[in-house]
Nanobody, 126 residues
Framework: QVQLVESGGGLVQAGGSLRLSCAAS????????MGWFRQAPGKEREFVAA????????YYGDSVKGRFTISTDNAKNTVYLQMNSLKPEDTAVYCC???????????????????WGQGTQVTVSS
């Protein structure tokens, strides 16, 4: 059973930065996609970023490209999301997820992900 535990959310002013962490336990992650998704009140879940564990292949949603960076620490089995130049529209609950399907690239479709964390709230004030 995979466990994903997020941390690092909080309240920040527009233009500020936050770093989210997602600690994974329970299985080997090599070759799988780890993703970050977010959901704001009244909106559908949105893809933010994904990385293929062990290959450093990454992909970003258009709304965060150039501002967010996804990375991994293999020794800690942790994936990070560094968020810079935050905007009020980035306010959402952010969840990390694991897709236990090996692929050549990274998976960006939420339905490919089968394990999810509980989420962490990010609030950006204007």
């Amino acid at each position: 059973q995979v466990q994903l535990v997020e941390s690092g959310g909080g309240l920040v002013q527009a233009g500020g930065s936050l770093r989210l962490s997602c600690a994974a336990s329970g299985r080997t992650l090599s070759g799988y996609s780890m993703g970050w998704f977010r959901q704001a009140p009244g909106k559908e879940r949105e893809f933010v970023a994904a990385i293929r564990w062990g290959a450093s292949i990454t992909y970003y949603g258009d709304s965060v490209k150039g501002r967010f960076t996804i990375s991994t620490d293999n020794a800690k089995n942790t994936v990070y999301l560094q968020m810079n130049s935050l905007k009020p529209e980035d306010t959402a609950v952010y969840c990390c997820a694991l897709a236990t399907v090996r692929s050549m690239g990274v998976l960006i479709n939420q339905y490919a992900y089968n394990d999810w964390g509980q989420g962490t709230q990010v609030t950006v004030s204007s």
